[in-house]
């Protein structure tokens, strides 16, 4: 049991604010277990409620609020805050529900994680939804890499992508927005206490082009790192869903080609930087996110 952090005054502090949220039963976790304490962002779980201190340079402003009110009325496909986030220290906080997360060992649940995503692009958007906005995070990614042959890949295959991701410009306009989760992969899923599949995290959830809900796992498959069938298992469920990102019959790749090309290229550059943060080589499937990007910039710019 992992009740380690390096933020032991939050830490104590999330959890006390669980203690006071979690219901029922006495908690079984009542001293508090760490689930996540990377990138500026701290999780814990008590009993059968998780606490989360947020990214403090995110936006949790009105947009936030709005998205917690968007979570709410999709509850057989998200699991949100439950109730107004709360400020701790200068942080935010806000307090969900637990659920079991995906086993990485077991099977992973790629068709469930579709199906999720499907449901979630064909509900209907309502009124005041927040938009998710360009994909800054690359561009973010990008500006951190130091001097090297592999920062250098991952520069050249991002000269290659459309301005808008740059940041140069803005999104043209004329793809059809729909409800999005903005960040999916399988590590925003967790089985909820009725046994069902939901998503979390909804810091990026919004109107947006639902292709990018399906472009890590394409980059993924288009680097070599993701296994043929399971692409196969994911994409497939996708489609027999009705998921409006790709065409029910024919090449998804159109729709595709640029949130995957741009997601191979974030992933190489958290890659790169963790590895040298780490003093360390490459691994085999990080090595092979920077092939990509050498792919990529061969082929040039395609948008």
Do not use: N
Not at 191 to 211: F, K, Q, S, V, Y
């Amino acid at each position: 049991m992992h009740i380690q952090t390096v933020q032991p005054e939050l830490f104590a502090r999330l959890v006390e604010i669980g203690r006071g949220s979690a219901g029922g039963a006495p908690a079984p976790t009542p001293e508090g277990v760490t689930l996540y304490d990377r990138h500026g962002v701290l999780v814990v779980r008590v009993g059968d409620v998780v606490v989360k201190a947020h990214q403090a340079d995110r936006d949790h402003g009105p947009r936030f609020l709005e998205r917690i009110r968007l979570a709410g009325t999709l509850p057989r496909v998200l699991v949100g805050p439950l109730g107004l986030p709360l400020s701790v220290d200068g942080r935010t906080v806000t307090v969900s529900p637990f659920g079991e997360p995906v086993d990485p060992q077991g099977d992973l649940p790629w068709e469930d994680g579709a199906r999720l995503l499907a449901e979630l692009h064909s509900a209907a958007v309502p009124a005041g939804a927040p938009s998710w906005g360009r994909p800054a995070r690359i561009a973010r990614l990008v500006s951190r890499l130091a001097d090297g042959p592999a920062e250098d890949e991952v520069r050249r295959a991002f000269a290659t992508l459309p301005s808008w991701i740059r940041g140069e410009c803005e999104e043209p306009p004329g793809t059809a927005e729909r409800l999005i989760h903005g960040d999916w992969h399988l590590g925003q899923m967790v089985r909820a206490a009725d046994g069902r599949w939901r998503l979390i995290d909804i810091e990026d959830l919004g109107r947006g082009d639902p292709a990018w809900d399906l472009a890590r796992p394409a980059a993924l498959y288009s680097a070599g790192v993701l296994h043929p069938e399971d692409w196969s298992r994911f994409l497939g469920a996708y489609q027999a869903a009705g998921g409006p990102a790709v065409p029910a019959a024919g090449d998804p790749w159109e729709d595709l080609d640029i949130p995957a090309r741009s997601l191979a290229i974030q992933i190489a550059a958290t890659c790169v930087i963790s590895a040298r943060r780490e003093d360390r080589p490459l691994d085999e499937p990080e090595q092979a996110m920077v092939d990509a990007c050498a792919r990529i910039s061969a082929a040039g710019d395609t948008a």
